[in-house]
C-alpha cells in the first residue's frame, strides 16, 4: 500500500473538533500543523447537528491545518454507533454488510434498524475470506468454511449521510470516517508497540457526551464499551451545585475548581461500574491482568479528573501521548496549543497515524473511497473503516 505523503486527521468531537495534519520526513512522519475549534453547536444539544453546521465548521478547521492536497480522515464519538466483537462466518465482505444489514440480530444479538456496517476480522484467516470477491472465478480459491471472530462497527446511516455531505460541502473528498474508539486503538497501537504487543491495555477516553473503554489483548482487541456519561455531565453537577449556568461551570472546572473531584465521583458512577466490570469479566477469563488504565479525552487534561478516576475504579490511571515517537515541527503559535491538549488530540492522531504508516484502514464507519465500503441510500458512495488491521498469522 503506498503511504500518502501529507495525512490529516480530523475529529468531529462534540465538544471541540481537533485536526492534525501528518507530513513525510524521510522514512518518518512530523506533525506539522494542529488545530482546535470549539463547537458551534449547544452543549445541551444531543441532536444531529445540520448538514450546513457541520460543513462550515469542517472547513474552518480544515483550513487551519492546510488540508488542501491532503489525504483527510474524518473520526466521530457518536452515541448512535455501535463495535461489537463477534463471530462471523467466513465469507467476503459485501456479503457479510449485507447479512447484517438485512438481520443484524441474527449476528450482534440486537437489532440495528438503518445501520451502516463494516467489519475487520481479528485472524488471518478470516481476513483472506473478507478480501475475497463475490463472484466467482474460474481457478480462484474458494473462501474457507469456518467462523472467525470480528469487529463490527456501525452507525446509523443518517450520520453516515450528513457527514459525507457536510465534508463534501466543504471542498473535501474524504478518504474514511472512523469511530474515535477505533481511532484510539490504532493510535495507542502505533505509539506504544512494544507495550501493546506484551500486555493487556485498557484505553479510557472521557468524551463530552460519552466515554469509551476497550481492551487490548497484546495487540487485540477483546472488548469495547461505550457509557453515556462524559465531561458535560461532570460541569452540569458543577453547574447545579454552584447555581451558576453551564459556561461558567465549565471555565471553573476547567481551572482545575476544587470541587471537580467530587462532581466526577458523583455523576460518573456508572462509568465507574462499567469499567469495574469489564476488568473483572476480562481478567477472569484471561491470563492477563489490567495493572493501569490510560487515559485520553479533553477532561483528562484535568489532574483532578485523573486522580478521582483512579481511586473510584480502583486502578492506577494515566494520560498518554498518541504523538509518542514522532517528530514535531509545529509553527511557534500552536507548540502551547499543542502542549497543553495533546491527550484531547489522541482521536485526530489516530485516524491519521495509522493510515500514514501504511496499514490499510479496513474497517468501521467512513465517508468515500477508492472501492466504496458503505452504500448509503442515497447519493455518493459512503464507506465505512475503522482503520484497525488484520494481525499477521500465527506461526
Not at 465534508?167 to 508497540?193: D, M, W
Not at 464499551?225 to 460541569?235: D, E, L
Not at 466490570?277 to 479528573?305: M, P, T
Not at 492522531?349 to 490499510?360: D, K, L, N, T
Request: glycine share 6%.
Amino acid at each position: 500500500m503506498k503511504v500518502p505523503s501529507t495525512v490529516v486527521g480530523i475529529d468531529l468531537g462534540n465538544s471541540s473538533l481537533k485536526a492534525v495534519r501528518l507530513q513525510k520526513k524521510g522514512d518518518q512522519y512530523a506533525i506539522t500543523r494542529v488545530a482546535m475549534l470549539a463547537n458551534s453547536r449547544n452543549p445541551q444539544d444531543q441532536s444531529l447537528p445540520t448538514e450546513q453546521a457541520v460543513a462550515a465548521q469542517i472547513k474552518e478547521i480544515a483550513g487551519l491545518v492546510k488540508a488542501s492536497g491532503a489525504e483527510v480522515h474524518l473520526t466521530i464519538n457518536s452515541l448512535n454507533s455501535t463495535i461489537r466483537y463477534v463471530e462471523l462466518p467466513h465469507m467476503p465482505l459485501d456479503e457479510v454488510r449485507a447479512a447484517l444489514k438485512l438481520n443484524s440480530a441474527a449476528y450482534l444479538r440486537q437489532s440495528f434498524e438503518n445501520y451502516t456496517f463494516d467489519i475487520c476480522s481479528l485472524d488471518a484467516e478470516g481476513a483472506v475470506a473478507l478480501t475475497s470477491k463475490i463472484k466467482k472465478v474460474k481457478g480462484a480459491p474458494a473462501p474457507t468454511h469456518g467462523k472467525s471472530k470480528a469487529l463490527v462497527a456501525g452507525i446509523s446511516t443518517a450520520e453516515v449521510v450528513l457527514y459525507f455531505h457536510a465534508v463534501r460541502r466543504a471542498g473535501i473528498k474524504p478518504s474514511s470516517l472512523q469511530l474515535a474508539p477505533v481511532s484510539l486503538i490504532n493510535a495507542f497501537e502505533t505509539a506504544y508497540p512494544q507495550i501493546i504487543a506484551a500486555q493487556a491495555v485498557a484505553l479510557l477516553d472521557v468524551g463530552f457526551f460519552s466515554s469509551s473503554f476497550t481492551i487490548l489483548e497484546r495487540g487485540q482487541p477483546s472488548l469495547t464499551r461505550s457509557v453515556p456519561i462524559g465531561g458535560k455531565h461532570v460541569t452540569d453537577y458543577m453547574a447545579q451545585i454552584s447555581s451558576s449556568d453551564f459556561a461558567k461551570a465549565e471555565a471553573a472546572k476547567l481551572k482545575g475548581d476544587p470541587g471537580v473531584g467530587e462532581a466526577v465521583a458523583r455523576t460518573c458512577a456508572a462509568l465507574v461500574r462499567e469499567v469495574r466490570g469489564s476488568i473483572n469479566f476480562f481478567e477472569k477469563n484471561s491470563d492477563h491482568a489490567i495493572s493501569k488504565i490510560y487515559l485520553s479525552g479533553a477532561s483528562a487534561r484535568l489532574q483532578a479528573v485523573v486522580d478521582a478516576l483512579s481511586q473510584d475504579i480502583g486502578v492506577p490511571c494515566e494520560v498518554w501521548n498518541a504523538a509518542n515517537g514522532m517528530l514535531i515541527e509545529l509553527p511557534a503559535d500552536q507548540q502551547s496549543l499543542f502542549t497543553q491538549n495533546q491527550v484531547a488530540f489522541a482521536v485526530a492522531i489516530g485516524a491519521a497515524r495509522s493510515v500514514a504508516r501504511g496499514a490499510p484502514p479496513v474497517a468501521a464507519a467512513p465517508a468515500s473511497a477508492s472501492k466504496p465500503t458503505v452504500q448509503p441510500p442515497v447519493g455518493p458512495p459512503a464507506g465505512a473503516k475503522t482503520g484497525v488491521k488484520a494481525p499477521p498469522p500465527k506461526t
